[in-house]
């Protein structure tokens, strides 16, 4: 351990959002991991005495395994710098602007990636009409992990009827057709394309419960889409200023070549449990789940 900069790890779990137990899967994992590397690990629940509670245990750092709103929106990143612990993943700006959508989009275009057509709209108005010709998505523009997806089908007679939950502004996407890829960068590295097959949407349930999808990794691809995954998905962690890991996920229309893949959002803290897909892609290029998981709390620092 002397080779190390950390030795006394809170793995910052579970949280208010609506991503709650996936962050605890991914938080009892990585403690799991982080132990058998031969680190004092700390769990913690976020909750309201989350800064006390901090300031009580006064880790060396913060392995944040927290998913969604208030964990993964640069809130809770915003508190570590303020306290001044070094932290994991992406700082402020970069997880604020990767949770919203819509602003992703904006420097994904910017920087020349493309994107599927969208607009913002209000739940009311999402209801009352189609507000683009179907086929189309809708979604929360700031949550992840498919939480509240809809999908309008082509010739649907009737917009979508969207849950209570939902928020009172959300995100109306053209639908991508095609393939769903994946591709996870640790530190500048892409490290593998994965293919996500499912039986029908990849949603909440087919990401997390067992058998809700097939991981084909690394996908059966054109080496021409495989390098210009790694090269978007590169292109998307620096343009947006991730630090650490993240995943960016594609729809690729295989008819259209290279001119078929599309960027779809970027994840700054991609889920670590035993059916996600960053662990299983760093698998594939010989890095253990201990392994990466301490690569990315060597990495914490503050002022990221």
Same mark, same amino acid.
């Given at each position: 351990?002397?080779?190390?900069?950390f030795r006394?790890?809170?793995?910052?779990?579970?949280?208010?959002?609506?991503?709650?137990?996936?962050?605890?899967s991914t938080?009892?994992e990585?403690?799991?991991a982080?132990?058998?590397?031969? %680190?004092?690990?700390?769990?913690?629940d976020?909750g309201p005495?989350l /800064?006390?509670?901090?300031?009580?245990?006064s880790?060396?750092c913060?392995?944040n395994a927290?998913?969604?709103?208030?964990? &993964?929106?640069?809130?809770?990143q915003?508190?570590?710098?303020?306290?001044?612990?070094? %932290?994991t993943?992406?700082?402020?700006?970069?997880?604020?602007?990767?949770?919203d959508?819509?602003? !992703?989009?904006?420097?994904?275009?910017?920087?020349?990636?493309?994107?599927?057509?969208?607009?913002?709209?209000?739940?009311a108005?999402?209801?009352a009409?189609h507000v683009?010709?179907?086929?189309y998505?809708?979604?929360? %523009?700031?949550?992840?992990?498919?939480?509240?997806v809809?999908?309008? /089908? &082509?010739?649907?007679?009737?917009?979508p009827k969207l849950?209570?939950?939902?928020p009172?502004?959300?995100?109306?996407e /053209?639908f991508?057709?095609g393939?769903?890829? !994946?591709?996870?960068v640790?530190?500048?590295?892409?490290?593998?394309?994965?293919?996500?097959?499912?039986?029908?949407? %990849?949603?909440?349930?087919?990401?997390y419960?067992?058998?809700?999808?097939r991981h &084909?990794?690394?996908?059966?691809?054109?080496?021409? *889409?495989?390098?210009?995954? $790694?090269d978007?998905?590169?292109t /998307?962690?620096?343009?947006?200023?991730?630090r650490?890991v993240?995943r960016?996920? $594609?729809?690729?229309?295989?008819a259209k070549?290279?001119?078929?893949?599309v960027?779809?959002?970027?994840?700054?803290?991609?889920?670590?449990?035993?059916?996600s897909?960053t662990?299983?892609?760093?698998?594939?290029?010989?890095?253990?789940?201990?392994a990466?998981?301490s690569? *990315?709390? &060597?990495?914490?620092?503050?002022?990221r």
């Amino acid at each position: 351990m002397s080779s190390r900069a950390f030795r006394k790890v809170v793995v910052l779990m579970g949280g208010p959002s609506a991503e709650r137990e996936v962050s605890l899967s991914t938080g009892r994992e990585c403690a799991a991991a982080l132990r058998d590397e031969g %680190y004092e690990v700390i769990e913690l629940d976020a909750g309201p005495d989350l /800064a006390a509670r901090l300031s009580d245990i006064s880790p060396d750092c913060v392995f944040n395994a927290l998913h969604g709103r208030w964990g &993964e929106d640069g809130c809770v990143q915003g508190m570590l710098e303020w306290m001044k612990i070094p %932290y994991t993943h992406s700082g402020v700006l970069a997880s604020s602007l990767a949770m919203d959508k819509e602003r !992703t989009k904006d420097v994904y275009r910017a920087h020349g990636l493309p994107v599927c057509d969208s607009v913002l709209a209000s739940k009311a108005d999402v209801m009352a009409r189609h507000v683009m010709a179907a086929p189309y998505v809708v979604k929360p %523009y700031n949550e992840g992990s498919s939480v509240g997806v809809y999908l309008v /089908a &082509e010739g649907a007679n009737s917009p979508p009827k969207l849950s209570d939950d939902m928020p009172e502004t959300v995100m109306v996407e /053209a639908f991508a057709p095609g393939r769903e890829l !994946t591709t996870t960068v640790l530190g500048d590295r892409a490290l593998e394309v994965t293919d996500i097959i499912t039986d029908g949407w %990849y949603d909440y349930e087919a990401k997390y419960a067992d058998g809700g999808s097939r991981h &084909e990794v690394p996908a059966d691809i054109p080496s021409d *889409i495989r390098e210009l995954c $790694f090269d978007y998905a590169l292109t /998307a962690h620096r343009a947006l200023g991730c630090r650490g890991v993240s995943r960016t996920d $594609f729809r690729w229309d295989e008819a259209k070549a290279q001119a078929g893949l599309v960027l779809l959002e970027t994840n700054t803290q991609p889920g670590m449990t035993r059916t996600s897909l960053t662990p299983e892609q760093a698998g594939k290029v010989g890095m253990s789940m201990g392994a990466l998981c301490s690569w *990315i709390v &060597e990495d914490a620092s503050c002022d990221r």
